[in-house]
T-cell receptor, first 115, second 115 residues
Framework: AQTVTQSQPEMSVQEAETVTLSCTYD???????LFWYKQPPSRQMILVIR??????QNATENRFSVNFQKAAKSFSLKISDSQLGDAAMYFC????????????FGPGTRLSVLP | DSGVTQTPKHLITATGQRVTLRCSPR?????VYWYQQSLDQGLQFLIH???????AKGNILERFSAQQFPDLHSELNLSSLELGDSALYFC??????????????FGPGTRLTVL
C-alpha cells in the first residue's frame, strides 16, 4: 500500500520569505498524481497544487511551486513571498492512476508565518 | 467556494444517538468521498461512492454507513455514537473515477460533537 510521509510536523517562515515543505511517498506504481492541500484555521481543505507523475515539468501556481523528484519519490512544496494568509496545515496527498484507488494523505505540516 | 456543500455545519448530540450528514457534490461530479478528521489529526478515508455504487471502504466503523442517491447527493449515517466519534467529517467530490487528474474538491465539513 502506498504511504505518504511529511517529516516536518511544524515549520515557520518570516513574512515575504520562502519556505519549503517536504513530502515523500512510497509506491511501486509508475503513474500517479500528487497534490498539496492547505487547511487554514477555518478547517476548509483547499487545493494548492497538483502534479501528474508522467510530467517532468514541475507544477507552478503563482507563489506555489513543487519540486518533483520521481526517482527519489519526493514532492516538496515551495512557497515564495510568504504571506500571513499562508499560515495553515499543509497536507501532501497521493493518488494512484489505477481504477478505484483513493487518496492517501500525509500527516500534515503546520506552517506559521511570522510578521 | 469548492462547489461541494455539506449540511449541517455543526451538530451536537449525545452518546448512543444516531445522526445523518449530508453532502451535495459539485455539479457534474459522480464520485463522492467521506473523510473523518479528529482534532489535530490527518484525514482518515471512510468510504467512496461512484454514481450510486460503493467503490471503496477505508477505516469505516460498522456503526457507520453511507449511500449515494440517484441525484448524486450522499449521506453518511453514524449510529450508536461514542465520544470518540467527535470529529470533523468532510465530503469531497471528483469528476471521474479514473483518468485525468481526478482532483478531489472538499466541502466545508460538518463538525460533530458527541457529549
Amino acid at each position: 500500500a502506498q504511504t505518504v510521509t511529511q517529516s516536518q510536523p511544524e515549520m515557520s517562515v518570516q513574512e515575504a520569505e520562502t519556505v519549503t515543505l517536504s513530502c515523500t511517498y512510497d509506491t511501486s506504481e509508475s503513474d500517479y498524481y500528487l497534490f498539496w492541500y492547505k487547511q487554514p484555521p477555518s478547517r476548509q481543505m483547499i487545493l494548492v497544487i497538483r502534479q501528474e507523475a508522467y510530467k517532468q515539468q514541475n507544477a507552478t501556481e503563482n507563489r506555489f511551486s513543487v519540486n518533483f523528484q520521481k526517482a527519489a519519490k519526493s514532492f516538496s512544496l515551495k512557497i515564495s513571498d510568504s504571506q500571513l494568509g499562508d499560515a495553515a496545515m499543509y497536507f501532501c496527498a497521493y493518488r494512484s492512476s489505477n481504477y478505484g484507488q483513493n487518496f492517501v494523505f500525509g500527516p500534515g505540516t503546520r506552517l506559521s508565518v511570522l510578521p | 467556494d469548492s462547489g461541494v456543500t455539506q449540511t449541517p455545519k455543526h451538530l451536537i448530540t449525545a452518546t448512543g444517538q444516531r445522526v445523518t450528514l449530508r453532502c451535495s457534490p459539485r455539479s457534474g461530479d459522480l464520485s463522492v468521498y467521506w473523510y473523518q478528521q479528529s482534532l489535530d489529526q490527518g484525514l482518515q478515508f471512510l468510504i467512496h461512492y461512484y454514481n450510486g455504487e460503493e467503490r471503496a471502504k477505508g477505516n469505516i466503523l460498522e456503526r457507520f454507513s453511507a449511500q449515494q442517491f440517484p441525484d448524486l447527493h450522499s449521506e453518511l449515517n453514524l449510529s450508536s455514537l461514542e465520544l470518540g466519534d467527535s470529529a470533523l467529517y468532510f465530503c469531497a467530490s471528483s469528476v471521474v473515477l479514473a483518468g485525468a487528474t481526478d482532483t478531489q474538491y472538499f466541502g466545508p465539513g460538518t463538525r460533530l460533537t458527541v457529549l
